[in-house]
């Protein structure tokens, strides 16, 4: 069969019968094929084509998607591994039972973490819309895109701050003699002094060479009361953070086109670092008895709940899930692309990864216990202590330490770039998508976000700006994000239909999702998410830094960031609810059911108002 363009007006046509078509509206395509010519008449089909809306966005314009295929799944992988994988992971691990550890934790990567992950790809992909705009599937829970959005905008105030710390301490270390080595620096205090001058573990913490050097060097954080007492923002930090800020805004603001290039750098960097540190801290005294604790069983600990408690929360947050950013990536897939393979892979990744660098931080742990004769827990620590006191501590005392303390940060940069560029973009994507005048001005809408996020972000380099972001830190991405990826589970499995929504993935991928997955789509997630929420909510404890506690204005000012982003989805509801026009029984029809679906409505068929529907899995 030939396919050839063909003047119509000039040949005579046995046209097929039309198939039928949706009730979608908007230009059709008309193919001409070639069949066959008798006795001069030239025979053809004639098959009218629509347009496949999936692959535009609801401006009619044609959506950005990925250079290539690996361009996303590096994004992905590069958002989802960031520095958590590192500071936070192995040190539970530790603490958890060592290798006993892994069972919880792959317990909940399997019954929440991978189905949440996949629903979030299949969400954005076949919607092909940031957070905000797929709720067109259920438009009275739009208010959850919002909050997602607000969320991934608090993190980036705080985030691109240990970027510029991290940036710092590059710039510190190419010197001869690294600055945190010994205390006769002008920032030191009278208390500084080398470990094997001290006798307790407190001590240690409070006045080693390094830990004085992020303190006093870095933070300044000596000449600070307390939040209430911030100062002016830090010139040194100010320009490490504008330099951030500036790769930030180069890395996304002509879209995945540009993002999508950076990533193969940042995502791939760290595990090139973290071998080449591993094979050098494997070679380390005292190397072989960090990575035994690191891996120990200890099946007793399974026993205690808050074991549980951490795996499910470390799961929560290692993967991603629930700031927009799965869902802003995805959507600029094509429109078959096979999303299930993805999230497989890609959320594997990122638990291979925590593991992976639990031996290269143990390794270095088991160095310094050894090579300052206290026990391992009195050096093992995770969270900013790790990366900027402990880790920098130890690589000081290696032969060519400049060199390893730069190879070191700059993992730790590419670590929290990449991540860092995935928040920036679900803000960037969610709303552009949601307000359209803004797919003509990225660039510029671009350069607003990045600047509006180094302004706030100012009061975190100031004299107490670690106090703000300990505040920040506790309050922006907790218990709020929690709520958010529970409200979006259940709009999903529940108003929408988890069996609607399978059959939007088989429309994709060809083939529609087991018994398994769609059972944790509809009861295990919520319930696991459920749970956490009202555990998060029960063992909530006030911030802390050190010894300082905080003022409750400060907790006050905390909650209502927290309960900012929350109350999106109560808001937006009832504004959705007051607008919609009718009785109140039609105004709610409109909004649980699918914006494509209201002519249905108003025939009287809605689906969420059947039995079926809220029984079918």
């Known amino acids: 069969m030939l396919t050839e363009k063909v003047p119509v007006g000039v040949m005579s046509s046995v046209v097929a019968p039309e198939k039928p078509t949706s009730n979608t509206m908007g230009p059709k395509e008309v193919e001409l094929i070639l069949v066959k010519e008798q006795n001069g008449v030239q025979f053809t089909s004639t098959t ?49 039972g060592g290798g006993a550890f892994l069972v919880p934790y792959l317990f909940f990567m399997v019954i929440a973490g991978m189905p949440l992950f996949y629903m979030e790809l299949a969400l954005g992909q076949y ?88 303190e006093r060097a870095v933070l300044h954080i000596q000449d600070s009361n307390g939040i209430d007492d911030l100062g002016r923002p830090r010139w040194q930090l100010t320009s490490c953070l504008g330099v951030v800020i500036v790769l930030l805004y180069f ?78 990536f995805s959507s600029y897939n094509k429109f078959g692309n096979d999303c299930y393979r993805d999230a497989i892979i890609t959320s594997s990744i990122n638990s291979l990864t925590s593991f992976f660098s639990g031996f290269v931080v143990f390794s270095f742990l088991g160095y310094m216990s050894y090579k300052h004769n206290v026990a391992l827990d009195k050096v093992a620590r995770d969270g900013a202590g790790l990366v900027f006191v402990i880790y920098p501590e130890a690589i000081a005392t ?135 929420v009202v555990v998060s909510f029960a063992t909530f404890n006030p911030p802390n830094y050190g010894p300082y506690m905080f003022p409750p204005w400060a907790n006050m000012v905390g909650w209502c960031l927290a309960m900012s982003s929350m109350a999106m989805v109560p808001l937006y509801a009832i504004y959705k609810l007051c607008t919609l026009p009718g009785k109140f029984c039609d105004r709610l029809a409109y909004a649980i059911t699918p914006e494509t679906e209201h002519h249905l409505v108003d025939n009287g068929e809605v689906r969420q108002f059947t039995l079926q529907h809220w029984l079918v899995v």
């Open 48 to 96: 009218l084509v629509a347009p496949n809306q999936n692959q535009t966005n609801p401006s009619g314009e044609e959506r950005e998607t990925w250079g290539k295929k690996i361009d996303f799944l590096l994004s992905v992988i590069g958002f989802a591994v960031d520095l958590a994988n590192v500071w936070r992971f192995p040190y539970l691990c530790y603490k958890n």
């Open 127 to 214: 919607n092909r819309e940031g957070a905000a705009g797929v709720w067109k599937i259920c438009p009275i829970f739009k208010g959850v895109g919002f909050t997602v959005i607000l969320i991934s905008l608090y993190v980036g105030f705080y985030y691109n701050v240990i970027i510029s710390w991290a940036l710092f301490y590059l710039f510190s270390s190419f010197t001869s003699e690294l600055p945190w080595v010994h205390c006769n620096n002008t920032w030191n205090s009278p208390n500084c002094s080398d470990w094997a001058d001290n006798s307790s573990a407190s001590d240690i913490y409070k006045a080693t060479p390094a830990h004085e050097y992020f």
């Open 251 to 328: 890395s996304l603001w002509k879209g995945v086109k540009t993002s999508g290039k950076v990533v193969w750098i940042t995502a791939t960097m760290p595990y090139v670092v973290l071998t080449v540190l591993l094979v050098r801290g494997v070679t380390l005294p005292g190397a072989s008895d960090g990575i035994k604790a690191y891996l120990s069983v200890d099946f007793l600990k399974l026993c205690d709940a808050k074991v549980w408690i951490e795996a499910a929360t470390q799961i929560c947050f290692s993967l991603g899930v629930g700031f927009g950013v799965l869902i802003a």
């Open 398 to 532: 290696l032969p060519g330490s400049s060199v390893w303390a730069v190879i070191f940060f700059i993992m730790l940069l590419t670590l929290g770039i990449d991540s860092a560029m995935g928040g920036m973009e679900s803000v960037i994507t969610g709303l552009i998508d949601e307000f359209k005048f803004l797919h003509k001005h990225r660039e510029l809408f671009t350069l607003f976000i990045v600047v509006a996020t180094f302004l706030i972000s100012l009061f975190c380099v100031t004299n107490g700006g670690m106090y703000v972001f300990t505040l920040l830190d506790h309050f922006a991405a907790g218990t709020s994000i929690l709520f958010g990826v529970l409200i979006e589970a259940i709009g999903i499995a529940w108003f929408y239909g988890v069996d609607r929504f399978s059959d939007d993935i088989e429309e994709m991928i060809g083939k529609r999702p087991g018994m398994y997955w769609r059972l944790c789509w509809k009861f295990v997630s919520p319930c696991f998410l459920l749970f956490m």
